[in-house]
């Protein structure tokens, strides 16, 4: 009896210890947690425990602090709007990454060009020399006793590269460069460190931008054709006007999408191009079977429609599931791989008329390799951000067709049910 319960001493003491579960804590629940603290750490890890007590650990250099807390106590600091913002994470060698690439290959020439009207003089090429160097020095010395975001780090990159395109087509010209990338680079970092926007936010963001463009064109072209307006340059601040609305119009309703991740985003980006370019393949292929050309504006009709459907059916998949990062760009690189699995398919097959229904042999190579890949890395979502719209559902119930005849009660059950929560 005695060498049996020396035997079982072990599993006795492992299920005697108390079972610590990590729970996720966000920027506005950490900014609360600092308050327990004398000086801000470098991290917050929240544990509960089985009898749902809460352990702060605030992780410093060199020592850890570890305070306990009541259940309630804990979800009362969910609930309250922290007096200010912290950060705890630093993304400050990420952020100087990202201005010394802005340095160098937008603002190294494009200050210059703001201030001349022809060749450039002696005294411009050595701005444009000592540029880089100045800018990144300046970023450094401005933020060398600040933490930075991720998220702040990330949207100043893409607002560079934004607003380098929206400042040139503004003013139609190169001078428009370097303010425009400018501006947005500041202002995309400002939100980031004061509204707790994430890269993944920025991500969508930048969707959005292209999208404006992308709606711009597309619909020049199906009220009339190309050639309605003349170029389509000569309205280029319109569609500039509308990716800068929708970028931050998605930015600021995306606040909230907790569960949203970098792969979610670009995911996103992947379904709505996946459905612009469906339907047009589609009809590309009938087209080249019947050796004519269908109009134009047929093309854009189409490639809007897929658009709108590819956009809500990304949406719906990031707010149920999320996607790693890695995965996300994964499925940028499958649209290469189809195109060169369907052109060693014509190789082999090397049969007239094989050319012909090269677009939807791409098109379903493509749509078959993405869903592969995303059901092999998405995880469900245990998160469900309140902000992470717009939610798309669709439902069909066979049974209505049995039930209706036999009970009255299901009289008016309908076959199939939409909704749309904005």
Known sequence: MKRFLLLMMPAIMVFAQETYIQVKADRKIESNLVKHFDSLPERIDVFMTSDSTYIIEAIY??????????????????????????????????????????????????????????????????????TPLIYTSTCFLLTKDRRISSGAAYGSFLGGIEGAFHGGYILKSEKGIFPGSLAENILDFTLGQNMNFTPAM?????????????????????????????DPYDLIQLGTILSLAEGYTSLFMSKDAENLTFGDALFELRTSTIGAEALPLILWTIDLHRNEN????????????????????????SRDNDLPGAAGV??????????????????????????????????????????ICYKAFAKKS?????????????????????????????????FITFSYNF
Not at 405 to 410: I, Q, V
Request: glycine share 8%; proline share 4%.
């Open 61 to 130: 250099r060199n020592k850890k602090l570890v305070k306990k807390m009541a259940s309630a106590e804990y979800h009362s600091l969910t609930l309250e709007t922290p007096s200010k913002m912290v950060t705890l994470e630093d993304a400050k060698i990420s952020f100087l990454v990202g201005q010394t690439f802005h340095g160098l290959s937008i603002y190294s020439w494009s200050l210059p060009v703001m201030f001349s009207e022809g060749d450039w003089s002696e005294g411009q090429a050595a701005i444009a020399l000592l």
């Open 202 to 230: 920025y991500q969508r963001k930048f969707n959005h931008c292209l999208y404006g463009y992308y709606h711009y064109y597309s619909t020049r072209t199906l009220f009339g054709g190309r050639n309605l307006w003349g």
């Open 294 to 317: 269908s109009d134009e504006r047929v093309y854009a009709a189409l490639t809007l429609v897929g658009h709108g459907a590819g956009y809500l059916w990304g949406h719906k998949l």
């Open 330 to 371: 994964m499925t940028w690189l499958l649209p290469y791989l189809a195109h060169a699995a369907t052109g060693g398919i014509a190789v082999l097959v090397d049969k007239e008329g094989f050319l012909d229904t090269y677009p939807t042999i791409f098109l379903t190579m493509d749509v078959l390799l993405t869903s």
């Open 382 to 414: 245990l998160d469900i951000g309140k902000a992470d719209i717009p939610n798309f559902n669709m439902s069909v119930n066979p049974m209505c067709f049995v039930l209706k005849d036999k009970n009255k009660t299901f009289e008016n059950m309908p």
